[in-house]
Nanobody, 126 residues
């Protein structure tokens, strides 16, 4: 059974940092693009960041550029999202996603991703 499990969320103050992790099991995603999306109550799920299968290409939403960094460690079957200078508007449930097809780019379209985690809550207080 394929699983993506996010961790690292929490309650922080504005300006703080958090690092989210997403560990996969059930199959390898070393040849697949992976990404982070987020959703807050009453809004649609939105793209945050993505990394290509080889890690050479990354993509960020304008709202997080310069503050968030995505990375992957294929040996550990894990991707990370380092989030710095967090803002109250970053409050959301953060979801990890993996593309089903191999050798893809750093897609910002949720429709490109086949496998999803259950999410981890990030709350940023002002």
């Amino acid at each position: 059974q394929v699983q993506l499990v996010e961790s690292g969320g929490g309650f922080v103050q504005a300006g703080d940092s958090l690092t989210l992790s997403c560990t996969t099991s059930g199959r390898t995603f070393s040849r697949n693009s992976m990404g982070w999306f987020r959703q807050s109550p009453g809004t649609e799920r939105q793209f945050v960041s993505a990394v290509s299968w080889g890690g050479s290409e990354t993509n960020y939403a304008d709202s997080v550029k310069g503050r968030f960094t995505i990375s992957r460690d294929n040996a550990l079957n894990t991707i990370y999202l380092q989030m710095n200078n967090l803002k109250p508007e970053d409050t959301a449930v953060y979801y990890c996603a993996a593309e089903g097809a191999a050798f893809g780019g750093a897609w910002n379209d949720s429709l490109q991703y086949t496998f999803w985690g259950r999410g981890t809550q990030v709350t940023v207080s002002s």
